[in-house]
């Protein structure tokens, strides 16, 4: 079965570090890739996604994200984290063939340093 | 702001109870979606509408119900609630096929605990 799989539960770093969440997901012809962040008492908000062309993707509030084929992998980068990046990130797959599939990661949970 | 809001924000009912949690969406987007987030095990799809007569299934659609009023309206029924439904529940829309590459709009939650 089509899964997605964040295998740090949680991850803690100082204010001014850099952060990578990593992602892997399970093969799937032509996936659309995500990564939203949920803060404290809210819904889920989108930080980037990739369909295709640059393997290096921006997104909002300075992350970005590397899409690696024969790796299966999506990783989520910020070269400096703010005390206000502590939320919870979540990888999701979206596979555009055969029946609908849209799936979460479990999530890694950021804590951060002051 | 075109927004996706959810009532109640809270719920507190008993083992039995029916209880419908209720999503709608100034987005104007066709595709509507309930998930259900419990710790470690992040989101899973409960049901997912790509019009209003297009109703699906998700991965774990035992024990709830849904009904799609209109293209702004999605709500979730859970006919007979049991305390293993206590979760944070999420309503999410998207635009149809292929649309902004399936990015999805999240409500702001509701969180449900069944004594």
């Known amino acids: 079965a089509q899964s997605v799989t964040q295998p740090d539960i949680h991850i803690t770093v100082s204010e001014g570090a850099s952060l990578e969440l990593r992602c892997n997901y399970s093969?799937?012809?032509?996936?659309?890739l995500f990564w939203y962040v949920q803060s404290p008492g809210q819904g889920l908000q989108l930080l980037l996604k990739?369909?295709?062309?640059?393997?290096l993707v921006q997104g909002i509030k300075g992350f970005e994200a590397e899409f690696k084929r024969s790796q299966s992998s999506f990783n989520l980068r910020k070269p400096s984290v703010h005390w206000s990046d502590a939320a919870e990130y979540f990888c999701a797959v979206h596979y555009t063939s055969g029946t609908y599939k849209y799936i979460f990661g479990t999530g890694t949970r950021l804590k951060v340093l002051a | 702001d075109a927004d996706v809001t959810q009532t109640p924000r809270n719920r507190i009912t008993k083992t039995g109870k029916r209880i419908m949690l209720e999503c709608s969406q100034t987005?104007?987007?066709?595709?509507m979606y309930w998930y259900r987030q419990d710790p470690g095990l992040g989101l899973r799809l409960i049901y997912y509408?790509?019009?209003?007569?297009?109703?699906n299934k998700g991965e774990i659609s035992d024990g709830y119900s849904v009904s799609r009023q209109a293209q702004a309206k999605f709500s979730l029924s859970l006919e007979s609630a049991i305390p293993n439904q206590t979760a944070l529940y999420f309503c999410?829309?998207?635009?149809?096929?292929?649309?902004?590459?399936?990015?999805?709009?999240f409500g702001p939650g509701t969180r449900l605990t069944v004594l």
């Open positions: 093969y799937g012809a032509t996936p659309y």
């Open positions: 987005k104007g987007h066709d595709r």
């Open positions: 509408s790509f019009d209003v007569k297009d109703i």
């Open positions: 999410a829309t998207s635009l149809g096929q292929g649309g902004s590459l399936g990015e999805q709009f």
């Open positions: 990739y369909f295709s062309g640059d393997t």
